[in-house]
């Protein structure tokens, strides 16, 4: 596999790209391909491509994931498997009203998954431009409804530990505000009506995108339950799959021609408190923002213009 994606056999971990997983993931076929007559299998001719970065340097930014990654491999943790109910849980009162967004018929699709995969774009800056009711929905099921994995069995095709709060700041047909989405159930409940831009930016890290996003995604997990009656393991599991959902998240987004923006960087306890899980056991494990993307460079070059003609105002 590292020969597959270009890292030579002889280089140390430590300064390559290891291989985590392969996922098979093609478009649907009438039939099974046909292998030529006297095809034999043979060593695989590795991806050319040039280096990603000439050297290895220290991020700040990258300090909390490599400690969730270092608690999430640690030795000596038993591994368990987890059913109902713990993968049945809701951080919302069992009468919460539900609103009915299902979609009226299956999703047609959107870019080819090669041009998906190969055409990624995995540095972009978000625009202040609303989405489709249609692609939020799309991007949502297919991110919270694919399954699980071993050793977590759901009562259902969904995911097991994570739970979706959206915060919508501009999504065409569905009132701006915070909603939750509860994967086993398949139903959406309102819990508030408001624009929430700053906040958003605030709790996400201060980061531009999530305050110009058309909807974020906070994922949260009870760990306190999961790991009192599930066992330690709990916690690497719940962190795997947010991450399998972020990547659903990106590769939905991706093929709509939408951006996607992740953070591990936001404020854990104004998170809980902006949602109302203070005093709960849920925690925060990620939080993704979605949108219609802008070139990064355009958009330094369009914030100098402002600033520029804002200068020249002042000087009049």
């Not at 018929?105 to 540095?123: A, K, S």
């Not at 915060?167 to 398949?186: N, R, T």
Request: glycine share 6%; with cysteine.
């Amino acid at each position: 596999m590292r020969e597959l994606i270009g890292c030579p056999p002889d280089e140390p971990l430590a300064t390559a790209e290891s291989v985590v997983a392969m996922v098979a993931w093609a478009d649907r076929a009438n039939q099974p391909i046909q292998i030529p007559p006297g095809a034999t299998t043979g060593p695989m001719v590795a991806i050319a491509r040039a280096e990603l970065s000439v050297k290895v340097t220290d991020d700040p930014a990258a300090e909390e994931p490599m400690l969730v990654h270092q608690d999430c491999i640690a030795p000596g943790v038993a591994v368990h498997e987890l059913r109902p109910p713990l993968t049945e849980l809701s951080p919302m009162p069992a009468k919460f009203p539900i609103i009915d967004l299902r979609m009226d018929r299956d999703p047609e699709g959107g870019l080819p998954v090669r041009q998906t995969m190969l055409q990624r774009r995995p540095h972009v800056m978000l625009a202040r431009h609303p989405i489709a009711r249609a692609d939020l929905l799309n991007i949502n099921r297919v991110s919270f409804r694919g399954g699980s994995f071993f050793p977590m069995f759901p009562d259902g095709p969904h995911v097991a530990c994570v739970r979706p709060f959206w915060i919508l700041h501009d999504v065409v047909g569905i009132d701006h505000g915070i909603w939750y989405y509860h994967p086993p159930m398949d139903t959406w409940s309102q819990l508030n009506q408001g624009q929430y831009r700053r906040e958003t930016k605030y709790i996400a890290g201060d980061l531009h995108s999530f305050g110009e996003a058309a909807a974020v995604c906070v994922m949260v997990a009870n760990l306190h339950a999961l790991m009192t009656q599930g066992g330690p393991d709990a916690y690497r599991l719940a962190h795997l799959e947010a991450g399998i959902v972020t990547q659903r998240i990106y590769l939905a987004a991706t093929s709509l021609n939408l951006g996607c923006v992740s953070s591990q960087d936001f404020y854990d306890e104004e998170c809980r408190t902006f949602l109302g899980l203070a005093k709960t056991g849920w925690e925060v494990l990620a939080v993704v923002a979605i949108g219609k993307f802008i070139d990064p460079a355009k958009a330094e070059y369009e914030e100098r213009i402002k600033a520029t003609s804002q200068v020249a105002l002042w000087n009049r």
